[in-house]
């Protein structure tokens, strides 16, 4: 998965797990970027009576790094308080949730937005603002859509922002992925071959915690540049979102749990699969208290990533250059930790300077595509992953094709990546029900009709 689960200590705090992070230039509100933080992996919708939120004790930030330090120049914070009108009784809704303020709604959330900048200037955005409910089924939440709507609140400035269930938007073969690798539509060319299968989407019918935000570009980028050209380094920011929580928690018998003392993150996310497939089980934990300016310290996993070793190991004869490239991958550490310096592909850079760091990088001159492509800068689409990255992106196949060689012809004119590198793929097609705008994440799957009969 992206982020969901990828290491041991946050595999057992999901309302802290942050599994993907989003940003990209608005499609449909240009002028804008949107920033998207999810959290709480693999929701089966059906998960009444106490239904799936935010945590009240969790401090969730989104940050930016606009001058290339690795440091966060602006953090968006948000901090979450939960409401039950009526505590005795076991039920969520009372009846149907037909609007954000209905009385059948027993257990309601708000939030609190609050920008800071470097400085320590500090300006609350909103305050008390709604959730909506999670889709529970055509009785208890008749329209949705509407209820999600309504949950759009416009920001001093000229933003916007949503927090709440989504479908979740990350699509993978879950169950091949971690079977020893065995890609379906390639498992016959795997070590234990089997016949070629179509693959299987596995987060499709599954939900997650999303924190959506969009705000004008100029109010990330440094000295509030316009963007206007994408050659300028005050065009590129720098995103990755954390979860944090209090460093003692007291639990005393009859009492509800205490915490107190300063925040310590447990989380964090900016380029997809990171953590989840770079780190060695051994560093996950550490890298997840870890902040992107202390990433010089994982360089060596990224120059020598376990899965191009173990293509070649997986797929005898099929990634003989893969197995012969022993050299650092230069190409995945410009993709990965200092973004892609100018003159490597036409009319495009995403470079923050040479101090690596985690962070997932967004040219905002480059405007949205007229048309997309799942590929991202692969495919062409220079809006794409790995500029920033968009819900739809297929990031599972890129960062396999990037991995197995397809990108170190960036740094070697003269390696030639195996025929196999093309036909890598997630083993799933992209979803289909991406919404036009903001929040872009689709309605999530209610509990009524997930798992269907």
């Not at 998960?47 to 606009?66: A, Q, T």
């Not at 993978?172 to 379906?184: C, E, M, Y």
């Not at 790995?386 to 990031?395: H, L, M, Q, T, Y």
């Not at 094709?401 to 590198?421: E, F, K, S």
């Amino acid at each position: 998965m992206s982020s969901h689960r990828e290491a041991p200590e946050i595999a057992k705090d999901p309302v802290a797990d942050n599994t993907d992070v989003y940003a990209f230039v608005s499609p449909d509100r240009p002028e804008t970027v949107t920033l998207i933080a999810n959290y709480i992996p693999l929701q089966e919708p059906a998960g009444g009576p106490n239904f799936y939120e935010f945590g009240d004790d969790v401090l969730y930030e989104i940050h930016i790094d606009n001058d290339g330090d690795a440091l966060a120049d602006i953090t968006y914070q948000f901090r979450f308080e939960t409401e039950v009108r009526n505590p005795d009784t076991f039920l969520y809704n009372t009846g149907p949730i037909t609007a954000l303020d209905s009385p059948n709604w027993n257990r309601r959330q708000f939030y609190t937005v609050t920008r800071i900048e470097e400085d320590g200037t500090t300006k609350v955005l909103g305050r008390h603002l709604a959730c909506p409910p999670c889709n529970i089924g055509p009785l208890s939440t008749p329209n949705y859509e509407e209820l999600a709507k309504a949950a759009i609140h416009q920001l001093p400035g000229g933003g916007q922002v949503f927090a709440g269930q989504r479908n979740e938007g990350f699509y993978v073969d879950l169950g091949a992925i971690f079977d020893l690798l065995d890609i379906r539509p390639l498992q016959n060319l795997h070590l234990f071959p089997r016949p070629p299968q179509p693959g299987v989407d596995a987060t499709k019918d599954l939900n997650v915690h999303s924190i959506a935000l969009q705000v004008p570009k100029s109010s990330l980028t440094r000295e509030r540049y316009a963007a206007a050209d994408h050659k300028n380094p005050r065009s590129v920011i720098g995103v990755w979102a954390s979860a944090s929580r209090q460093k003692v928690t007291l639990h005393d018998s009859g009492q509800e749990p205490a915490h107190t003392g300063p925040w310590v993150q447990v989380s964090r996310l900016g380029n997809p699969l990171f953590n989840e497939v770079i780190v060695p089980l051994g560093k996950k934990n550490l890298w997840n208290r870890l902040a992107p300016k202390d990433d010089a310290a994982f360089v060596k996993y990224v120059e020598h990533p376990e899965v191009a070793r173990l293509l070649p190991v997986l797929y005898p004869g099929v990634f003989p250059h893969l197995q012969a490239l022993t050299a650092p991958r230069a190409d995945l550490v410009a993709i990965l930790l200092t973004g892609i310096p100018a003159g490597l592909i036409d009319g495009f850079q995403n470079f923050t300077g040479s101090k690596p760091a985690d962070l997932l990088r967004l040219n905002v001159a480059i405007p949205p595509a007229s048309k997309p492509n799942i590929f991202g800068i692969l495919g062409g689409d220079l809006a794409g992953f790995p500029n920033g990255r968009r819900v739809f992106d297929d990031v599972v196949t890129i960062e396999l094709r990037a991995v197995a060689g397809a990108t170190y012809p960036l740094i070697d004119h003269n390696y030639t990546p195996d025929a196999a590198v093309s036909k890598l793929t997630g083993g799933v097609p992209p979803r289909t029900n991406y919404l036009k705008h903001f929040p872009y994440l689709a309605t999530p799957k209610s509990g009524f009709d997930v798992p269907a009969s």
